[in-house]
């Protein structure tokens, strides 16, 4: 089995308090979950490596950087260092909390301004609450992917996700990988087409 040299990328996690952030990592760490919630203060660090096989790539080892952004305004200055080298960004929303959904303008303002335009996941979390409350349709998430995309000038998926029970978490990591490489590969494609113009 042949496996392309192992490539680090950082990730930062953000979005409103209480939406699910932490879980979704330590889910995909492959711890379980717990009904206990602590709340994150300032920024948590984690790391994983995963072996994805991608078409036309084939296998890639990548050494994934979380850095995992308490949601609270008190910890802005802190979440300003901790963007620094950042290649892309999970924003998370709760599919059962409204205000978490409009709170992800601001999320993703603050992540544009300390990184750029870069690849972005969307994720609504707790869909397993879907039976239980009245939650946000995944219509809501795709329009507003979509919308971003649009305004980007690159792509960003949305997918939604149950930490509590695990659904689409691995699966989250390996689209944002796939939106990674995508983004290599154009910005190596604009780079090339930039030299054979000067050339």
């Given at each position: ?44 660090f984690?790391?994983?490596?995963e072996i ?31 963007y ?29 301004t ?26 809501v ?13 690159i ?10 029970l ?34």
């Amino acid at each position: 089995m042949i496996i392309m040299r192992g490539i680090r990328f950082k990730v930062v996690v953000i979005g409103d308090s209480g939406v699910g952030k932490t879980t979704i990592v330590k889910r995909f760490l492959g711890e379980p979950f717990s009904e206990i919630y602590i709340k994150t203060l300032g920024v948590d660090f984690y790391s994983k490596s995963e072996i994805y096989n991608f078409k036309g790539v084939g296998k890639v080892k990548i050494f994934w950087d979380i850095h995992d952004f308490g949601g609270q305004p008190t910890f802005s200055s802190i979440r300003r260092l901790a963007y620094f080298g950042a290649h892309a960004g999970i924003v998370v929303f709760d599919v059962s909390n409204v205000q978490s959904f409009k709170n992800l303008k601001y999320w993703l303002e603050e992540f544009v301004t300390f990184c750029g335009v870069r690849p972005i996941l969307l994720v609504g979390n707790k869909i397993d609450l879907r039976e239980k409350v009245i939650t946000l349709s995944p219509k809501v998430g795709e329009k507003f992917a979509s919308m971003l995309s649009e305004s980007f000038g690159i792509e960003v998926p949305y997918l939604e996700t149950s930490a509590k029970l695990g659904i689409n978490v691995n699966k989250a990591f390996k689209t944002l990988a796939q939106s990674l490489f995508r983004f290599r590969v154009t910005k190596e494609l604009i780079l090339q087409e930039a030299r054979a113009n000067q050339s």
